[in-house]
């Protein structure tokens, strides 16, 4: 009994504990989101739409023949 | 509404993936704990997601899709190259040994230590709910479990940070003599 007194006072402090883990979560993975896009991630998509593309001029090419 | 072209389908893909990749590049971080690690991560994604975007269904969530990919390859990764997979099972958590949440400012480097800490299933159970925007349900279809499941390991990862930053209450003491005989005397009483 004496136990749970003693968590209810210090209720009102944990709630803000567990209030303070949600933003603390937000501003770690925005602080993570912010970070510049590697350059090298922009390259591999242009490369790939460009391959695709080469490849699909390929296959209209063979279809004329 | 006109029905997409082909061209237009296309488009949107490589449009809705590089808006995308900001969310992917910090979930993959918070992955594997490394940015080297976790760039790799998002580049095997992309060539993944890129071969088979035949598969991905216009007009849905994109996101939710190359999360679901990118955790894959992850574990998938982790299973080959034989590295631990940490689940909550028998996994104990220890206390920072510094005392953060002093004056009740948390520092964003103890939080970061403590999500670290956490058991891989929790962590990116909490980051996907808590920080990326997917509903339990679409992390539950991400993480291939149940809705329930997620949850309880939500709540078990709140516990732990909770727990190992010890923001309650006596953090603002500090471990001191005088809390410590508080302490004592209360579970003397009980």
Same mark, same amino acid.
């Given at each position: 009994m004496k136990d749970n007194q003693t968590r209810g006072r210090t209720k009102p402090e944990l709630t803000g504990a567990y209030a303070e883990i949600p933003k603390k979560l937000k501003?770690?993975?925005?602080?993570?989101q912010d970070e510049a896009i590697p350059?090298?991630? +922009? =390259?591999?998509? &242009? $490369? +790939? =739409?460009?391959? &695709? $593309?080469?490849?699909?001029?390929?296959?209209?090419?063979?279809e004329l023949e | 509404?006109?029905?997409?072209?082909?061209?237009?389908?296309?488009?949107?893909?490589?449009?809705?993936?590089?808006?995308?990749?900001?969310?992917?590049?910090?979930?993959?971080?918070?992955?594997?704990?490394?940015?080297?690690?976790?760039?790799?991560?998002?580049?095997?994604?992309?060539?993944?997601?890129?071969?088979?975007k035949e598969s991905f269904e216009h007009g849905t969530n994109m996101k939710a899709w190359l999360f679901t990919i990118l955790r894959n390859e992850f574990y998938s990764q982790a299973r080959k190259s034989g590295r631990e997979i940490q689940d909550s099972d028998g996994y104990f958590t220890e206390q920072l040994a510094n005392n953060p949440g002093q004056h009740g400012v948390l520092d964003l480097g103890?939080?970061?230590?403590?999500?670290?800490?956490?058991?891989?299933?929790?962590?990116?159970?909490?980051?996907?709910?808590?920080?990326?925007?997917?509903?339990?349900?679409?992390?539950?279809?991400?993480?291939?479990?149940?809705?329930?499941?997620?949850?309880?390991?939500?709540?078990?990862?709140?516990?732990?940070l909770a727990e190992m930053l010890k923001i309650s209450g006596d953090a603002d003491f500090g471990p001191d003599a005088h809390s410590l005989s508080v302490t004592s005397r209360t579970f003397a009483r009980t």
């Open positions: 501003a770690y993975y925005d602080s993570l350059d090298r991630f +922009l =390259d591999l998509l &242009e $490369k +790939l =739409d460009e391959a &695709e $593309k080469a490849a699909q001029t390929v296959d209209a090419l063979k | 509404m006109m029905t997409p072209t082909p061209e237009t389908i296309e488009r949107d893909f490589k449009r809705s993936m590089l808006a995308c990749l900001p969310s992917l590049r910090a979930f993959a971080v918070s992955l594997c704990k490394r940015h080297d690690y976790a760039d790799d991560l998002v580049q095997d994604t992309i060539m993944k997601a890129w071969a088979k103890d939080f970061k230590a403590a999500l670290e800490k956490l058991p891989d299933d929790q962590r990116e159970a909490i980051i996907l709910v808590g920080a990326s925007g997917f509903a339990y349900e679409e992390a539950a279809v991400i993480c291939g479990c149940a809705v329930g499941t997620i949850k309880s390991r939500v709540n078990r990862a709140r516990t732990r």
